[in-house]
């Protein structure tokens, strides 16, 4: 069964610093890789999603993301935060066939101080 | 419609009551999927529909969970006798499925509150 782990629940950065949200995933085949953002009383909101070929993914809002296969890991990274990004984060795993059957993350709430 | 709509937004019952939750996919999307998003979790799949059919229904709790989609479109998650423990988000989601590279666009849920 595939699984994801987000080990961090709560991460607090500074507005304009450098961030980096942690996912590692379990699954026997290549998976398809997904970032989501949530807001208070929003939808989840695609940021980025990897399904093969370049490791590294741009997505919106100026993120993105590294498939390591060698270490289970898609990281999510933004080089310089805004207070607008203050929200819940989530990584997701699906597969072929599906790919829209996601296995989620319990989250990251990332906190923005100015 | 522009996106994916839920209907109620927010929806209190007693325990033992029966609901409805609405799901309006974006027109053309034939894949449509119900999740359940818990107090502090990530969302949880629960049922997914190819067209009419449930392809998927691994998700759903138990027998008092059910979801219907008819006309390939609207979808409807019925929940009987409901529990307290069955507070939660509820969020539908629509792609384009086809096997393979799509993405899943979400509706801003329904927030379902059993007292």
């Known amino acids: 069964a595939q699984s994801v782990t987000q080990p961090d629940i709560h991460i607090t950065v500074s507005e304009g610093a450098s961030l980096e949200l942690r996912c590692n995933y379990s699954?026997?085949?290549?998976?398809?890789l997904f970032w989501y953002v949530q807001s208070p009383g929003q939808g989840l909101q695609l940021l980025l999603k990897?399904?093969?070929?370049?490791?590294l993914v741009q997505g919106i809002k100026g993120f993105e993301a590294e498939f390591k296969r060698s270490q289970s890991s898609f990281n999510l990274r933004k080089p310089s935060v805004h207070w607008s990004d203050a929200a819940e984060y989530f990584c997701?795993?699906?597969?072929?066939?599906?790919?829209?059957?996601?296995?989620f993350g319990t989250g990251t709430r990332l906190q923005v101080t100015l | 419609g522009a996106g994916v709509s839920q209907t109620p937004s927010n929806k209190v019952t007693e325990k033992g009551k029966y609901v409805e939750l609405r799901c309006d996919p974006i027109?053309?999307?034939?894949?449509l999927y119900w999740y359940r998003q818990s107090l502090g979790q990530g969302p949880e799949f629960l049922i997914y529909?190819?067209?009419?059919?449930?392809?998927?229904d691994s998700g759903l709790p138990n027998d008092r969970f059910f979801a219907v989609r008819p006309e390939g479109s609207v979808s409807t998650l019925k929940i009987q006798r409901t529990e307290r423990g069955d507070s939660a988000v509820y969020l539908c989601?629509?792609?384009?499925?086809?096997?393979?590279?799509?993405?899943?666009?979400f509706g801003q849920g329904t927030r379902l509150t059993v007292v």
């Open positions: 989601a629509s792609s384009l499925e086809t096997g393979g590279n799509t993405e899943a666009f």
């Open positions: 699954y026997g085949a290549t998976p398809y």
């Open positions: 990897y399904f093969s070929g370049d490791t």
């Open positions: 997701a795993v699906g597969r072929a066939g599906t790919a829209s059957k996601l296995t």
């Open positions: 027109s053309g999307h034939t894949a």
């Open positions: 529909f190819q067209g009419t059919g449930a392809a998927d």
